[in-house]
């Protein structure tokens, strides 16, 4: 009984103590003043489109009505929205400086918040949800006691200049980091549930698109199979093993690393901007002081010094109270906003004639619209053949033109989903096209693939041949080889499909 208490105290108090103990927050501030700036980054560039996305004047569609729930927020104005919109860039901008630090953030993220959740189609992403909560965390945080305008003033006001910063409680940067350790096992659980991102075509087809941005990395390395196929399994096993092991005082720094380059990778396959900024600026708030330290130790080893450009700091008079210049550098603000929103006048609002005139459409583009669909050609229904002959998880890992006796060469068809059930079929072909055999298989619609194997035995004499792939009596693709060597001596022939 006594051993049993002193496991649930020595639990309680390792609890406690990591969430409770007491650091310097310059993880906090260094997440403050990066995590902001890159969330208002798509903030801004939607700030001509207030008007349209967010007002009554527009067309919002609010995250609610997505799932059947209706208008459950305010619709504002136009002339409310921007301002509305104004003060949230404001106060962003104030808490990347620090400036009435957690007013700013508390304003600030209930205003990005709102308005993500006003425009459910566009401004609502994957992103935006993790960054407003590491907003709320940041909120709640000590992160204005570092790097910040508010320390500055409070330090001119008590004319103490402290060498050792404060510590606070971290609960909250916990909570930050905690966030990211829950997200990255959920989604894992979501991969492992997708037999197509272990196979690597679910990634693949992304690679390949431009739904996001351009990315020719991606396009270049989207065709290697055992690529992908790696890089699937390495991803979920890092995503489950994160919120395990960064907590590690030896592990911490490859796991992160590990995340950085997991997250820059995903700018340059899948062509994301915004999310790896908003995942890598939320990173900061594992840093600690002891890094913040040897950085520090090593800038001034090459002659850097930061501190110094605290020289040029804001020059504001000590009888002006800051949250009266804060309420009136706010209000400025919102004025110029809409005065600028006035000024772009995008929809011709005020011009000379008034609203814009709605264009007549071409009468070709208008019954091509409202006509049936058009059928879908059946080679567009294949993504790829290719030939090969080695075969990874299930899928073809190599490609081959040249072959030899006793080689086994498989053939691979990717399709693009959604198709209906089809039955496809491979053909091996002489150098003039005469038939030689043929093997055909069910392809179902939830299968992305199919594969034929050919046995290169004695049945064949050296030469060019080609594997064809038909479906509903079309010719989808060819792929030509060469047989090449000297045909082994086999009493019994054997069918060239070995399926």
Aim: aromatic share 12%; glycine share 8%.
């Amino acid at each position: 009984m006594n051993r049993s208490r002193q496991n649930d105290s020595s639990l309680r108090e390792t609890i406690s103590d990591f969430f409770f103990e007491e650091q310097v927050p310059m993880g906090a501030a260094l997440t403050r003043i990066f995590l902001p700036l890159m969330a208002l980054l798509p903030m801004l560039m939607r700030f001509p489109r207030v008007r349209e996305l967010y007002s009554s004047d527009g067309t919002p569609v609010q995250m609610f009505e997505l799932f059947g729930n209706g208008e459950v927020l305010p619709i504002p104005g136009p002339g409310a929205a921007v301002i509305l919109y104004s003060l949230m860039v404001f106060c962003l901008l104030c808490g990347i400086v620090g400036w009435k630090t957690r007013l700013s953030l508390g304003i600030g993220t209930a205003l990005y918040v709102y308005f993500n959740l006003m425009d459910g189609i566009g401004t609502m992403t994957k992103y935006s949800v993790i960054a407003s909560h590491l907003l709320m965390l940041l909120t709640l945080s000590p992160c204005g006691r570092m790097w910040s305008v508010d320390e500055w003033l409070r330090q001119r006001r008590n004319q103490n200049v402290s060498i050792v910063p404060r510590a606070f409680p971290v609960w909250s940067i916990r909570l930050m980091q905690l966030l990211f350790a829950y997200v990255y096992f959920g989604a894992a659980l979501t991969k492992i549930q997708t037999d197509a991102f272990f196979s690597g075509e679910q990634m693949r087809y992304w690679m390949l698109s431009n739904w996001n941005y351009e990315n020719p990395v991606g396009e270049f390395l989207a065709m290697w199979p055992p690529v992908l196929l790696v890089s699937a399994y390495l991803t979920v096993v890092w995503e489950i093993l994160f919120g395990f092991l960064v907590w590690n005082r030896r592990l911490r720094l490859p796991m992160l690393a590990t995340g950085a380059v997991f997250h820059l990778g995903t700018w340059l396959l899948l062509g994301l901007y915004i999310f790896p900024a908003v995942c890598l600026s939320g990173y900061l708030c594992f840093v600690t002081s002891e890094d913040v330290f040897r950085v520090r130790r090593w800038m001034k080893s090459r002659g850097l010094r930061l501190a110094e450009l605290w020289k040029f700091g804001p020059r504001i008079p000590a009888a002006i109270p800051s949250g009266v210049t804060w309420a009136i550098a706010a209000g400025l603000f919102a004025v110029g906003s809409v005065e600028a929103e006035y000024r772009f006048d995008l929809y011709g609002v005020r011009g000379e004639s008034g609203f814009m005139p709605i264009e007549e459409m071409d009468r070709e583009r208008a019954v091509s619209l409202i006509a049936g669909a058009t059928p879908l050609r059946e080679k567009d229904k294949f993504f790829s053949f290719q030939i090969g002959s080695t075969a990874l998880g299930g899928q073809l890992a190599n490609r081959r033109e040249v072959f030899k006796y006793g080689d086994i060469v498989i053939a691979e068809c990717n399709l693009n989903p959604p198709h209906e059930d089809m039955w496809v079929e491979c053909v091996l072909e002489d150098a003039d096209e005469h038939k030689i055999n043929s093997v055909g298989q069910v392809i179902t619609r939830e299968m992305l693939r199919g594969q034929f194997t050919l046995l290169l035995g004695s049945q064949l004499s050296s030469g060019r041949y080609s594997m064809v792939l038909r479906s509903a009596g079309h010719e989808i693709s060819r792929r030509w080889f060469t047989l090449t060597g000297q045909s082994p001596a086999c009493d019994v022939d054997t069918d060239v499909f070995g399926n």
